[in-house]
């Protein structure tokens, strides 16, 4: 069965430092992947999709995604993290036929 | 207009009410979805609406009863409800091979 695994289900940083968030996929051809970022007492929002193409992968907000199929991977970062980046974030994979497999999510916490 | 919409934010029900979720998007997209979504927890798929036909339905129990009156709508009705029922309902739509889907704010449902 298909699965997304998000690595840590808390990350802690600094105001200012890297935002590193971990997520693995398992193996699906084609892999669209997806981070999603839920604020507090709202619905989902689409941070960046990785879908065909370039491998980086830009999106809202300054943050960025890297696939990297030989590792089945697809890390969510930002250099700079900045107090407003508090919140819930999951990584999917869509898996077709209108089924979306979300990982377990990560909340981000960030420290002034 | 990148809006969902759901009614209403919050609502609290007895075991024994009927009450009714409602969501809307004029985005023209053709595949809409109801998830549940536990605290701290990634969203689960309930149902899913395509060309407004039940296009999945993973196992939910009768007390859940979705309905799509048109392209633009979908309805939840609730129905002699559990208190394990009480999550946050959250609405979504899709439109393409991608499946990139743009989420509502959500209900906060509580059963007492």
């Known amino acids: 069965a298909q699965s997304v695994t998000q690595l840590g289900s808390h990350v802690s940083v600094s105001e200012g430092a890297l935002v590193l968030l971990r997520c693995n996929y398992s193996s699906s051809v084609p892999p669209y992947l997806f981070w999603y970022v839920q604020y507090p007492n709202q619905g989902l929002q689409l941070l960046l999709k990785y879908t065909t193409g370039a491998t980086l992968v830009k999106g809202i907000n300054g943050f960025e995604a890297e696939f990297k199929k030989s590792e089945t991977s697809f890390h969510l970062t930002k250099p700079s993290a900045h107090m407003s980046d508090a919140a819930e974030y999951f990584c999917a994979q869509d898996t077709g036929g209108f089924k979306t497999i979300f990982g377990a999510g990560t909340r981000l916490f960030v420290k002034a | 207009d990148t809006e969902v919409t759901q009614t209403p934010k919050h609502l609290v029900m007895g075991m024994t009410n009927k009450k009714s979720l409602k969501c809307e998007q004029h985005?023209?997209?053709?595949?809409m979805y109801w998830y549940k979504q536990k605290a701290k927890k990634p969203p689960e798929l309930m149902f899913v609406y395509s060309y407004e036909k039940l296009s999945i339905n993973e196992s939910v129990p009768s007390r859940f009863s979705p309905e799509c009156p048109n392209s633009s709508l979908l309805n939840l009705h609730l129905h002699a409800l559990q208190p394990e029922d009480s999550a946050l309902y959250l609405c979504?739509?899709?439109?393409?091979?991608?499946?990139?889907?743009?989420f509502g704010a959500g209900t906060r449902l509580s059963v007492l």
């Open positions: 985005m023209g997209h053709r595949a």
């Open positions: 979504a739509s899709s439109q393409g091979a991608e499946n990139i889907q743009y």
